[in-house]
T-cell receptor, first 112, second 112 residues
Framework: GQQLNQSPQSMFIQEGEDVSMNCTSS?????WLWYKQDPGEGPVLLIA?????ELTSNGRLTAQFGITRKDSFLNISASIPSDVGIYFC????????????FGQGTTLQVKP | DAGITQSPRHKVTETGTPVTLRCHQT?????MYWYRQDPGHGLRLIHY???????DKGEVSDGYSVSRSKTEDFLLTLESATSSQTSVYFC???????????FGPGTRLLVL
């Protein structure tokens, strides 16, 4: 089936550093979503992107919908300890019927 | 808060026993989804529903059945639980007019 390649798989950074992660696919998507999951909780939506080239911010988070429609990026600026968690990208295929495809997640750890 | 609850939140059962997980939403959204989450696999779609009595299979539907007799409830049943079905199960709803999905808190299932 379709796959999203999310990288990096994990990151261990110092508090205050900026973070970048991305998702790529060989398929074209018409929606990209970014979620964060804390331990023992369900994924929480951070940012939704609907147009190629779209750049959207949510506080210290910024995400972009790649112009090829095959990739998306999430940046976190000035990381803080509560940014710790697993970040997932998810895409909705142009030819799909309501099913999201998920990346495997990026685990972020922040050292105070 | 998307108004989604899941029950039970934790369950331990034995191989061969039937198990039913419940997802309840308070906002009458048409689309509901069941996912499982396993290390190394991310979130994978089991079944989804696009209305009362309207359901379809996802990518990992073998061994699972679903029912939706009213808009607010979506049930996932493991007819005869196996150890490979040990997982965390998430329910999600889809916001109307978008591909955005919101997740419940999850059910942790252990099959011994």
């Amino acid at each position: 089936g379709q796959q999203l390649n999310q990288s990096p798989q994990s990151m261990f950074i110092q508090e205050g550093e900026d973070v970048s992660m991305n998702c790529t696919s060989s398929s074209i998507f018409n929606t990209w979503l970014w979620y964060k999951q804390d331990p023992g909780e369900g994924p929480v939506l951070l940012i939704a992107l609907y147009k190629a080239g779209e750049l959207t911010s949510n506080g210290r988070l910024t995400a972009q919908f790649g112009i090829t429609r095959k990739d998306s990026f999430l940046n976190i600026s000035a990381s803080i300890p509560s940014d710790v968690g697993i970040y997932f990208c998810a895409g909705f295929l142009s030819s799909n019927t309501g099913k999201l495809i998920f990346g495997q997640g990026t685990t972020l750890q922040v050292k105070p | 808060d998307a108004g989604i609850t899941q029950s039970p939140r934790h369950k331990v059962t034995e191989t061969g026993t039937p198990v039913t997980l419940r997802c309840h939403q308070t906002e009458n959204h048409r689309y509901m989804y069941w996912y499982r989450q396993d290390p190394g696999h991310g979130l994978r779609l089991i079944h989804y529903s696009y209305g009362v009595k309207d359901t379809d299979k996802g990518e990992v539907s073998d061994g699972y059945s679903v029912s939706r007799s009213k808009t607010e409830d979506f049930l996932l049943t493991l007819e005869s639980a196996t150890s490979s079905q040990t997982s965390v199960y998430f329910c999600a709803i889809r916001k109307p007019g978008t591909e955005t999905q919101y997740f419940g808190p999850g059910t942790r299932l252990l099959v011994l």
